[in-house]
C-alpha cells in the first residue's frame, strides 16, 4: 500500500530526469526508513517540510497521514511549482507549498512538528542556530523537530556522501556537521535531543535527530 503510495508519487511528475531523481531518493530514503521517520511525526496536525525540493516527502507523509496538513518550503521555485502539480495530479490536498528562503523563515503560526530532511548540510552554517530558534518558537511544548543529515563519521561514508551531493549539484555548497556539533545547536535552541541511527548496508552515515521542544 505504502510502496503504492511511492510509485504513485513519482508518477506524477512530468519530466524523466527530475522521476529518475524521484526514484534515486526513494531509493536513499527507502520505506524502512520513511517509517522510521515517520513514526515520531504526529497522525494529525499541521507539519512544516523545510527545504521540501520536489515534495517527495511531503506528498509521502501527507498521503500516509490524511489528518496531517504538510506546508512544504523551498528556495527554488521551479521545485516547488513541480510539487505544486504533483500534488493537484493526484488529489492530495493537505499539503500546501511556498517559495521561501529558509534563512529568512520567520516562523509564521504554530505546527504540531517540523522536518527538515537532508537541508542543515546545504544551509550556511551560521544561518542553522537562528533557523532552529526560529523552529524551535513554532512549535509548541512537547512538539517535534525531526533533522535527518549526514555524520561527518565515519569519513569514508561522508567522502561517498559528499561525492554524490557534488554530482547531483555541483554548485550547491556542502557543509556535514558531527553529531555532537548539531546536537549542540539543537540543545542550545531549547531543544531535548535523542538520535537514532539508521543503519544502511549503503554507505550513508545517515542520522536522524528527534529534537523535542523542552516544556
Ligand atoms: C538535497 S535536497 C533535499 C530535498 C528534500 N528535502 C528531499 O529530501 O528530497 C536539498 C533541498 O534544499 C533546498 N534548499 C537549499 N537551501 C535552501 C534554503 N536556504 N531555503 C530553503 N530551501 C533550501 C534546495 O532547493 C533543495 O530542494
Known amino acids: 500500500m505504502r510502496a503504492d503510495i511511492i510509485r504513485r508519487i513519482i508518477g506524477a511528475y512530468d519530466d524523466p530526469i527530475v522521476r529518475a531523481y524521484c526514484w534515486a531518493r526513494f531509493w536513499v530514503l527507502r ?62 490536498d493537505n499539503v500546501a507549498y511556498e517559495e521561501a528562503d529558509a534563512r529568512n523563515f520567520k516562523g509564521d503560526g504554530e505546527v504540531v512538528a517540523a ?57 550547491t555548497p556542502v557543509r556535514y556537521w558531527s553529531a555532537e556539533e548539531l546536537g549542540a545547536a539543537l540543545r542550545a535552541a531549547g531543544f531535548e535531543v535523542r538520535r537514532h541511527a539508521m543503519l544502511d548496508f549503503l554507505p550513508y552515515p545517515h542520522i ?7 516544556s
Open 115 to 171: 522536518y527538515m530532511l537532508d537541508i542543515v548540510h546545504h544551509i550556511p552554517p551560521d544561518t542553522v542556530p537562528p533557523l532552529l530558534g526560529r523552529l524551535h518558537g513554532c512549535l509548541p511544548s512537547g512538539g517535534v523537530l525531526l533533522v535527518k543529515d549526514v555524520d561527518t563519521r565515519p569519513a569514508p561514508k561522508r567522502w561517498f556522501t559528499w561525492t554524490l551531493d557534488k554530482l547531483m549539484a555541483p554548485a
Open 208 to 214: 536522524l535527530y528527534i529534537a523535542t521542544k523542552r
Open 31 to 92: 520505506q524502512r526508513f520513511l517509517d522510521e521517520i515517520g513514526q515520531y511525526l504526529p497522525e494529525s496536525g499541521p507539519v512544516l517540510d523545510v527545504g521540501c525540493g520536489f515534495g517527495l516527502f511531503s506528498l509521502y507523509y501527507a498521503a500516509a497521514g490524511p489528518g496531517r496538513f504538510v506546508r512544504g518550503v523551498d528556495v527554488n521555485g521551479r521545485r516547488i511549482a513541480m510539487a505544486r502539480r504533483a500534488a493537484a495530479r493526484l488529489t492530495i
